[in-house]
Every structure is written in C-alpha cells, then in structure tokens.
Antibody, heavy 120, light 111 residues
Framework: EVQVVESGGGLVQPGGSLKLSCAVS????????VHWVRQVSGKGLEWVGR??????????AYAASVTGRFTISRDDSKNTAYLQMNSLKIEDTAVYYC???????????WGQGALVTVSS | DIVMTQSPASLAVSLGERATINCKSS??????????LAWYQQKPGQPPKLLIY???TRESGVPDRFSGSGSGTDFTLTISSLQAEDVAVYYCQQSYSVPCTFGQGTRLEIK
C-alpha cells in the first residue's frame, strides 16, 4: 500500500521559517520525482516546485512566487523529501501537498497535506 | 509559463446525464505523440485524485464513465452518466514544462 505523509506544518510569523517533510512508502522513492503543490483554502491548486531523481542530478525547479525563498531536497535513504520555507509571507498560508510524478507524467500519489499558517 | 484555462467555472448536471469540462492550454502540450495533460478530481477535505493522464488514459480503478479526449491545446473531460459521488471540483494540469500549471478548476454539482 502506498503512503505519502506530510508533516511539519503549523503556525509561523511573517518572515519566519518552516520545514515540511514528506515520508513515503509503497513505491520506489529513489526512482520518482517529487513535487510540492499548495492550495489556499477555498482556492485552486498551485504548483510550488519539484526535485528530480539522482539520475537527473536531483534537479530542482520552483514557481516564481517562491523562488529564492523555498528549497526542496530529498534523502533517498529515508524515503523522504523536504520543503524548506524561508521568509514566509501571509500569502504562503495554504495546505501543502507532496506528490509523485508517475511514469505517466501525472501526479498519482498524494499526501493528505500539511497546513501552513503564516500570521502575526 | 503555460496557462491552462478551464470552462465552465461551474456546472450543474442532472443525475445520469453527461457532464463535459473543457481545458485549453496556451501552447501545445504534445510531446513525442503523448499529450502531457492530466485530469484530477478533488472532493472537500481530500487531496486531488488522478483520473486521466496522457489526456485520454484512465488511471487504474477509475470508473469507465470518465473519459478524456483532445490533443495539442484543446482537451475535454467527459462523465458519461453523472453519479452523486461525482460531485467535486475538477482540474486539468500540464506537465509539459515547469512550472507545471493547473486550470482554475470546474465545480460540478447536481441539478
């Protein structure tokens, strides 16, 4: 059974930092690109960024709205990906989902999401 | 960036009737004969669920009343006979290039 579990969400002040984790099981994590997608309450889905596999040199890419503030990393030995969020803004408040890009080039496995609230 | 535009924004269909959602990309998402276009269903309080990938391939376990069509820049998700459990928001998404972009969503309700 596939499991994708995000953790590390919470309340943080503007300008602060938070690090989300995404622990997976049930598929070969090291062979999969991992993406982060966020969703503001009641709004649509926004792609945040991705990290590719070792074979692709762990290449990362980010949405313009988070470039320079967010960093995605992974530890294949722990089947875990991370989203380091710095200089957080109120508009970063959202549920953050971790998901896998399947061989069919779509997001097939999703976590339940981690809520990040940026507020003073 | 590739802009994904869905229509309509909301849709009300009677049970057993056909529902059609459209998605248009600002540039072609066709790559080596494969359209890098997926459809997702999202119900309240749940993560998105993959329905269709490569524009027309149904994900394992998805009922066959869901079908996808189209190529290049114009795509359609069709639900052939609407069931009560299909009430949700539907999104298209392209993975042709980063940033991977989603449509704004279509809210599907029962008439």
């Amino acid at each position: 059974e596939v499991q994708v579990v995000e953790s590390g969400g919470g309340l943080v002040q503007p300008g602060g930092s938070l690090k989300l984790s995404c622990a997976v099981s049930g598929f070969t994590f090291s062979d999969s690109a991992v993406h982060w997608v966020r969703q503001v309450s009641g709004k649509g889905l926004e792609w945040v960024g991705r990290i590719r596999t070792k074979a692709s040199s762990y290449a990362t890419a980010y949405a313009a709205s988070v470039t320079g503030r967010f960093t995605i990393s992974r530890d294949d030995s722990k089947n875990t990906a991370y989203l380091q969020m710095n200089s957080l803004k109120i508009e970063d408040t959202a549920v953050y989902y971790c998901t896998r890009l399947s061989p069919g080039v779509a997001f097939d496995y999703w976590g339940q999401g981690a809520l990040v609230t940026v507020s003073s | 960036d590739i802009v994904m535009t869905q229509s309509p924004a909301s849709l009300a269909v009677s049970l057993g009737e056909r529902a059609t959602i459209n998605c248009k990309s600002s540039q072609s998402v066709l790559y080596n004969s494969y359209n890098k276009l997926a459809w997702y269903q999202q119900k309240p309080g749940q993560p998105p669920k993959l329905l269709i990938y490569w524009a027309a391939t149904r994900e394992s376990g998805v009922p066959d009343r869901f079908s996808g069509s189209g190529s290049g820049t114009d795509f359609t998700l069709t639900i052939s006979s609407l069931q009560a459990e299909d009430v949700a928001v539907y999104y298209c998404q392209q993975s042709y290039s980063v940033p991977c972009t989603f449509g704004q969503g279509t809210r599907l309700e029962i008439k």
